[in-house]
């Protein structure tokens, strides 16, 4: 009963904090309001029981808006993130889009014939999901991970203004690379 | 619905340790309490000593006390539209904080929170910091307090891998993520022994979470004081609590993953686990006024080139020495 409470009430506060992202009209509640959110749900999966994947939730997202505070002061031009701004823009169209998936999602909810529960289930849901995820697709996974990186890397390298020649001379010779900005070891 | 919802917990019928009623949190967070005092006073009379004895620094041992009374009686500091929420969540979440992250910490055999994921717990609430820090600093619309905020962050993207391939070490060896396992994995040889590099990379970085000692200059006074510049009365008095309770909680945790948990001879292993986590807590008062500051515009390379591979290779060799155990 009480973890059935606690349960829809982290639901609830999901919730809010998430509608919250866009009613704000400040960058840093916005951000930390969908941290909130995210928090929420993080606790929430701790109820399901996969304690692993609710923490790492928490975790991970908490790290992210973190980020995305540094981000948002770097690229936003005139710092409109420093200031009060509004948190929505095209409202007609996402007025649109937002009842159009509300019905749809919906008319699923009610259309389609849920199927009852086989089994029962197993001791450690962590370990289920993770080879449901997982088990027959461990190659791809494994082959996913390191295209992904090299994209992230790819995409950086072409996205710098600095190539390897401004930093290490025509020839690249150059001993010690020429940076405007200079690392911690001595380089 | 089909299933009652199960309350979250536990790390199962065979776990080492044994949970308390949740009324006992209330001893966990004086327990707390206490070690930050401790810190502070250690702090007070190193800072006395180093300004030239007696009578240099206003107070010694006794400083910790005479701020509090200070800051109690200081009326509080407003400035023009603060976002007075997130400032008052950031500076109070650090002590919360704190005292979530002891809550995993086993106490000997009793422990509040005998969650099967305690190590994976610790780390999420440490990057909680990076979120209350950087609210502090940013709540009181202060340009000087906002730079120390984005110093902290700076830190973090240096400090925070490092520290998390550091808890990977322990918990390899143990096969287990929950903190009772781990300490009871230590049976005869602990983890500090056979993974140095791990538990100084981890001291390392509850140096940092704790926003002290080479991680000050989020604080510094070049920027006015940093994420504090603008905080005054009761509100500083809570932040600089909570930087001390994370110190303490950082040294509570290095117990049952590097120095055995409650493992001693002569006295009972609550005992034990006191003395280590006041050793620890010591060791890092100390130490943290030692080392010089490390600039965040360069700390990153740091941590990136020097101290994660060397915390990588740390979890190699740990990794290779429990599949040949095995």
Request: no cysteine; aromatic share 10%; proline share 6%.
């Given at each position: ?65 973190a ?72 190659l ?13 890397v ?34 | 619905m ?9 790390a ?9 009623a ?19 006073v ?173 991680f ?32 303490a ?15 001693g ?15 620890v ?46």
């Amino acid at each position: 009963m009480l973890a059935d409470i606690a349960f829809w009430g982290l639901g609830l506060v999901a919730v809010l904090s998430g509608a919250a992202v866009f009613y704000v009209d400040s960058m840093a509640r916005a951000t930390y309001a969908l941290a909130l959110s995210f928090v929420a749900v993080g606790l929430q999966v701790l109820f399901l029981q996969q304690n692993y994947v609710g923490v790492v939730t928490i975790l991970m997202m908490v790290m992210e808006m973190a980020v995305m505070a540094v981000y948002m002061v770097m690229f936003m031009g005139m710092n409109p993130a420093l200031m009060p701004m509004s948190m929505v823009h095209s409202n007609r169209t996402a007025a649109a889009a937002a009842v159009l998936t509300f019905l749809v999602l919906a008319a699923g909810v009610l259309l389609v014939d849920w199927p009852t529960r086989r089994g029962s289930p197993p001791p450690d849901v962590t370990v289920a999901l993770g080879e449901a995820l997982m088990g027959p697709k461990m190659l791809v996974m494994a082959v996913i991970s390191p295209v992904m990186v090299a994209t992230i890397v790819a995409g950086v390298v072409l996205a710098a203004h600095r190539t390897r020649y401004d930093r290490f001379g025509d020839d690249l010779r150059r001993p010690t690379p020429d940076d405007p900005q200079p690392g911690g070891v001595g380089r | 619905m089909v299933d009652p919802i199960a309350m979250p917990n536990v790390a199962g019928s065979d776990s080492p340790v044994v949970t308390v009623a949740p009324g006992w949190a209330f001893a966990a967070v004086t327990v707390l309490g206490a070690l930050v005092v401790v810190a502070a006073v250690l702090d007070g009379a190193l800072s006395a000593r180093s300004s030239g004895g007696p009578g240099g620094a206003p107070g010694g041992a006794a400083r910790p006390f005479g701020e509090a009374a200070r800051l109690m009686r200081q009326r509080r500091r407003t400035t023009v539209q603060a976002d007075s929420l997130l400032w008052r969540i950031g500076g109070a979440g650090l002590l919360v904080t704190a005292a979530l992250m002891v809550a995993v910490v086993p106490l000997g055999r009793w422990t509040i929170f005998d969650l099967d994921v305690g190590v994976m717990w610790f780390n999420a609430m440490d990057v909680m910091v990076w979120a209350l820090v950087w609210l502090t600093g940013w709540g009181a619309n202060s340009a000087h307090s906002l730079v120390g905020g984005y110093r902290f962050l700076a830190h973090g993207l240096g400090y925070e891998l490092p520290l998390m391939f550091a808890l990977v070490a322990p918990a390899i060896a143990a096969e287990s993520l929950n903190v009772g396992r781990v300490a009871a994995a230590q049976d005869g040889l602990w983890f500090v022994v056979w993974m140095p590099v791990a538990f100084l990379v981890y001291l390392l970085g509850v140096a940092a979470f704790s926003v002290g000692g080479p991680f000050a200059p989020a604080l510094g006074s070049d920027v006015a004081g940093g994420v504090r510049a603008e905080l005054s009365g009761v509100d500083r008095l809570v932040f600089e609590t909570g930087r001390y309770a994370l110190l303490a909680a950082g040294a509570a945790f290095a117990v049952p993953m590097f120095l055995g948990g409650g493992a001693g001879p002569l006295l009972p292993d609550w005992a034990w686990v006191l003395v280590k986590t006041v050793t620890v807590l010591s060791l890092l008062v100390w130490l943290r006024r030692r080392l010089p500051a490390f600039r965040p515009d360069t700390f990153m390379e740091v941590g990136w080139l020097v101290l994660l591979p060397a915390v990588l290779v740390q979890d190699l060799l740990v990794a290779v020495v429990a599949v040949w155990r095995s």
